[in-house]
């Protein structure tokens, strides 16, 4: 029986993710029983929309019945905005839609920030209550935890999916699905469902209808990324930060400001092996099933400046930020100041969606400055700009230059991000500048060979041409699948032998 109770009810301390044996075994039942009825639509779509409510209760325990409750009104809402005849009407149901969403997302995610900034502002001592759990245990005699409120994992994402679905019905973009269980299907799809990319309904939706396709090549393409995202996620992100950048960013001023450094350099690499990697494993489970989402990363550190950078980096989120708050706020149509502006604002509210801290405030700031900056420099330099988004590909000095700076400047906002709190932020940047040490930079080297050899092996890796990149890939998926066996369960014992003793969740479950 607790053999059962295992498998079946959630655990707190055992979430279901992506880097535990449990979740293959999950997806093995899945693929299972999906190779049944995966000709019939209908019962192919609620068969995934119940497993993937099942996982997201195994992920977040009873919160599921907040993703219920938000498929529920935007499927109600969209349809209504659909039949609404008027355009007041459909503005007032797609305003409920976001009022409904975000007032969600406001309760669990900032009542903490804005009753802290309430209490310091005007010297009140206004406690936090959790209203929702007192109301819950009312109604239904549980016993929820009223004196704290718990973010539910990857509210913030299907949070916007729902909000780009009703704002693309209002825009006559994709028309409303017309069966719950599909648009329930598309809200909770579970591949994504925690940590993205946030998938349209115009991309997601008509795949719905479509037959089951998988060729050879999508399956080696599939296995190709999830083997992959493991790499990221458990050989280079975990060991990097629980050998190392943890360490060091939960206590600076007792490293050297070398020490410091390399942490920084380690947490970049760190946060982009682990996000990528949950990616890589999303997208490739999503095609195993016959659906297609979007990349979400391309090479980011490779950018040659802010702009590129979020061109690269988190795509979906920096295009869903651009779609439906850029762009509504006038974008580059109202002149260039509001177009700074409007930055400003995109970048600030993009950092506080990662986290109710003003830290994230502070990271968000910074990127937007950086926006800002570059679109001034080619405004005021025209002659420049145009060498530098021409020519400059072929400059192999001034790309270098290009990159390098991009790199430490996003590296540099990576500590804010980062950090536990702002004083820690600020002793980090202060034993960086007051106490480098370079003398013992050798013994340093020297101590921490190993995590500096995993640290560059995956820099390396992800600066490598894409040329090559590519080719390996293609060999992979064409390889014999002998040799696709073989090579994934070499990858695995790997892993298996790497891991740490306890699961490390990824990073972007917390927002």
Not at 46 to 66: C, I, R, V
Not at 204 to 223: C, D, I, M, N
Not at 306 to 328: E, G, N, V
Request: glycine share 6%; with cysteine.
């Amino acid at each position: 029986m607790d053999f059962l109770k295992d498998i079946l009810l959630y655990s707190e301390t055992k979430p279901l993710l992506f880097t535990r044996l449990y979740f293959w075994g999950f997806l093995a039942i899945l693929l299972g029983i999906y190779s049944i009825i995966y000709k019939k639509n209908p019962l192919r779509n609620a068969y995934l929309f119940f497993m993937s409510l099942f996982f997201y209760y195994k992920s977040g325990g009873y919160f599921f019945t907040l993703l219920i409750f938000s498929t529920i009104a935007d499927f109600t809402l969209g349809q209504l905005i659909y039949s609404s005849k008027t355009t007041l009407k459909k503005k007032l149901f797609v305003a409920t839609s976001i009022i409904i969403n975000l007032s969600l997302l406001a309760y669990f995610k900032y009542t903490y920030f804005f009753t802290d900034i309430l209490n310091k502002t005007f010297h009140t001592q206004f406690e936090v209550f959790n209203y929702l759990a007192s109301w819950t245990n009312n109604l239904s005699g549980s016993n929820f935890d009223i004196s704290r409120i718990i973010l539910p994992v990857g509210i913030s994402f299907y949070t916007f999916q729902t909000i780009s679905y009703t704002v693309d019905v209002y825009r006559n973009k994709v028309k409303p699905v017309k069966n719950i269980i599909d648009f329930g299907f598309y809200v909770s799809f579970f591949p994504q469902l925690v940590a993205g990319p946030i998938v349209r309904a115009a991309e997601f939706v008509p795949q719905l209808y479509q037959k089951y396709r998988l060729t050879k090549q999508e399956f080696g393409h599939a296995l190709f990324l999830i083997l992959n995202g493991l790499v990221k996620k458990m050989l280079i992100s975990d060991y990097i930060s629980i050998n190392f950048v943890d360490r060091i960013f939960d206590s600076p001023s007792a490293f050297t400001g070398f020490e410091n450094l390399m942490a920084v350099y380690g947490y970049s690499i760190q946060i982009y092996c682990d996000f990528s990697g949950y990616t890589d494993i999303a997208i490739g489970v999503a095609l195993l099933l016959g659906f297609r989402l979007p990349i979400n990363f391309n090479s980011p550190y490779k950018a040659i400046n802010i702009t590129d950078f979020w061109r690269r980096w988190h795509i979906s989120l920096s295009t869903w930020l651009r779609d439906y708050l850029y762009i509504p706020l006038g974008g580059n149509k109202k002149g260039k100041t509001r177009m700074y502006v409007n930055l400003m604002i995109t970048m600030l509210l993009g950092g506080l969606w990662h986290g109710a801290n003003i830290r994230f405030v502070i990271w968000g700031g910074l990127h937007g400055i950086g926006l800002v900056i570059h679109k001034l420099w080619v405004k005021l330099n025209l002659s420049l700009s145009k060498y530098y988004t021409t020519k400059s590909s072929k400059n192999i000095l001034y790309r270098f230059i290009s990159i390098f700076t991009t790199f430490h400047l996003v590296s540099f906002a990576w500590i804010f991000f980062r950090a536990e709190n702002m004083d820690k932020a600020m002793n980090m940047i202060h034993q960086i500048i007051e106490n480098f040490q370079f003398k013992l930079i050798p013994i340093m080297v020297s101590s921490y060979f190993k995590i500096f050899l995993i640290t560059l092996i995956g820099f390396t890796i992800h600066w490598l041409p894409s040329r090559f990149k590519e080719s390996y890939r293609g060999w992979f998926i064409k390889s014999h699948i002998v040799i696709k066996v073989i090579l994934a369960t070499i990858i695995i014992f790997i892993l298996y032998q790497a891991k740490s003793a306890e699961i490390q969740p990824f990073i972007y479950f917390q927002f």
